[in-house]
């Protein structure tokens, strides 16, 4: 496993995925420093004594916390990072690499390498949660995950590409390179439809509402897990990646309809035949470890 390439790391936002980042670096055995910036002082006050475990220094300042940093990790919402592109390119060291977590690539990607240049390289590790904050994060959320470094062809540095390559691999993750159009198409069937379906589908339950509630089997329960995302965090970057998630909604409702018919006509043997499809398709998807 190679050694982390940094010796000073800011993270901009210390929630789930950031803080899982700083937890993972400390159980790494990294000596070297990470500060972390929350821009809501009460948050700061209310992890500062947690931050301090890790020794992570945390601040509502973002100037000093990007002051001398060589990686600044971007583990805001979608919608917030974009809106901080500007200051993070003000304030960040000249020298500094600049990566991000967000799971859309296409807009952040492109506004962030218009305002950074070649020293800025998009990432997403394709593994989450449905909790929440800095105290749900996990030392070992990346170990085993996939991580899509998203370079921007013919703009990116490819020593900076190779040094983030390097910084995942200590944190134990896989690492392959995509386009940013090319990720923002497979997100949207792999992950952001999938949510999609799965908030939808409960909220259309409402009317069922009391009733159900003592009903509810495995197959709900498994079904559901994603539902208690952030719907916030979710509406951003549906948003952000609406384009290919409408064509996924297109292809499932066109497979909605067919089945639909099969169920209308009593044809067994179509339907089974589109079951036992999917049964195939979902074993051959290498899913990310599951932890306790």
Do not use: C
Not at 112 to 129: D, E, I, N, Q
Not at 221 to 243: C, G, H, M, T
Not at 267 to 274: I, K, P, V
């Amino acid at each position: 496993m190679p050694d982390v390439p940094f010796q000073r790391v800011a993270i901009v936002g210390l929630g789930l995925m950031g803080g899982s980042v700083a937890k993972a670096l400390r159980a790494t055995g990294y000596a070297g420093r990470i500060r972390a910036v929350m821009v809501n002082a009460a948050a700061v006050a209310s992890l500062q004594e947690s931050a301090q475990t890790w020794q992570i220094e945390l601040s509502s300042v973002l100037p000093d916390v990007l002051a001398d940093a060589d990686l600044i990790l971007l583990a805001t919402p979608p919608r917030v990072m974009l809106a901080q592109l500007e200051d993070i390119a003000r304030w960040a060291d000249a020298t500094a690499l600049v990566s991000d977590i967000a799971s859309t690539k296409n807009a952040i990607t492109g506004r962030a390498t218009a305002l950074l240049g070649s020293r800025f390289v998009g990432g997403h590790p394709v593994v989450g949660s449905e909790m929440t904050g800095f105290q749900a994060a996990r030392a070992d959320l990346y170990r085993g995950a996939r991580v899509v470094l998203t370079p921007m062809p013919d703009q990116t540095d490819v020593q900076a590409v190779e040094k983030l390559r390097q910084f995942w691999m200590a944190l134990g993750a896989e690492v392959r390179e995509m386009s940013p159009e090319a990720h923002d198409e497979a997100l949207a069937a792999t992950s952001h439809a999938p949510h999609l379906l799965a908030f939808m589908y409960l909220a259309g339950l409402e009317e069922r509402l009391p009733g159900l509630e003592d009903l509810a089997g495995g197959g709900l329960r498994d079904f559901s897990r994603i539902v208690d995302s952030n719907p916030a965090l979710w509406a951003e970057i549906l948003l952000e990646n609406q384009q290919a998630v409408r064509q996924q909604l297109q292809k499932v409702q066109h497979n909605l309809q067919l089945v639909e018919q099969l169920l209308a006509a009593e044809d067994a043997a179509g339907l089974q035949s589109w079951l036992s499809l999917g049964k195939t398709v979902r074993q051959q998807f290498h899913f990310p470890p599951v932890s306790a």
